[in-house]
């Protein structure tokens, strides 16, 4: 039989991939450790290497990354080729998973210097993805997929490797999450937060701001700050913009004092927020499914207001401001949510559809401390004003920054010092004390 290449040229033989042994180990780790890591380490541009150097040079470094990766000095560890230019580090013995990152920035070190390739020193970088089974439970694929996902991570956001933090730890669900949450909608795992937005002069209506949470019943609260990213990622957000919709209308009918749209001559003394994302406004029958869900649950159109962020007017010829307009004139309020902190082109206010302004909470949080944080919240006061705009402060935390938006003139407060966010029961109670001045 003849000689391999790499043995006719006197090079040392690329290492083998060793999938197999690669699970025995691990799998033997996991059965008698409590914390077993595992690095997953990929050379970035490896293609690229390989067309532009050639096979030879390419093999020779594959050679010199799982020699370099086997000199590093982490107790116990074991190094295995998973294949192509994909390398694993098991870690036994692991005294805490966050310890990972620490072994992470060790393998960027080893590789800051030139590797010697033959007549060639190559500047190579890493991504890195990690997992314990202290975090993931379940069998060695199971912790190899948590790792490859934060691999793709660090490749989608051109890093050696994600930072490890609380975030992050449930970010590494999100492929599985994504075949949980519309089913998750249709099993009424969520269910809506209500959070007050209470007049400063004490007057008018109760308006509610409503807040989807996802109670996973294996995991608990999950943020949505993680699922609701998911959902526009997925296409997702249009089934749980309806599911909110209709969830937010249903509520509003079952508070005290409701009065439905067949009343003639009377008026509710409420209104329900509901936050939109572009890609719902910009689907198709949109505006027919806001109209269809106001008649079912009998709830005039006034009562409804729908929260935008600001950057959805960049476009003012765009589908989503077409169907902010077309939603203006069914007679449902158009709010823009953080307003301040996005794009802020003025020009957009000559023909805006909104009714209501939302001072970002990062203009109120230090108000009392900031003079320019109270400029600039004066300034949006007057704007929206100006145009007509009810004005909505968000993130009032305490009594001080109360009495000075007070002092400006903005018309809503909402935050921690009135009314945290809260689930249906509560907020029943709430309003009762609200009724009879007890808040």
Known sequence: MSDSPNERSGLELVPSVDRLGFVRTLRELMATEDTVGLLVVDIQDFKRINHTFGLTIADQLLVKTFATLSSITLKGASVFRLGGNEFAIVLPSLLDPSLLVLAANKVCKVFEQPLAIGEHFMQISVRIGYASNAIYCGDVEELLRHAEIFLEDAKSQGVPYVEYDDANELQAYDWQLESELNQAIINNELILFFQPKISFREEGKIHLEALARWMH????????????????????????????????????????????LQDKGHTTCYSVAVNLSVQAL??????????????????????????????????????AVRCLHELKALGVCISIDDFGTGYSCLSYFKNIPAGELKIDKSFVEHLTENGDDQYLAQLIIDLGHRFNMTVVAEGIEDLATFTLLQKMGCD??????????????????????????RV
Do not use: C
């Open 282 to 319: 910009e689907g198709e029958g949109f505006v027919e499914l806001v109209a269809a869900a106001l008649n079912i649950w009998g709830v005039a159109p006034e009562n409804l207001t729908l929260e935008v962020t600001e950057g959805v007017f960049v476009n003012d010829t765009s589908r």
């Open 217 to 260: 019943p294996k995991r608990g609260m999950i943020s949505p700050l993680l699922f609701i990213p998911l959902a526009e990622q997925t296409g997702g957000i249009k089934l749980l913009t309806k599911w909110a919709i209709h969830s937010a209308l249903r509520s509003l009918t079952e508070w005290p004092g409701f009065l439905p």
């Open 412 to 437: 809503y407060a909402q935050g921690f010092y009135r009314a945290k966010p809260m689930p249906q029961d509560v907020l029943l109670a709430w309003l009762e004390k609200y009724k009879e001045g």
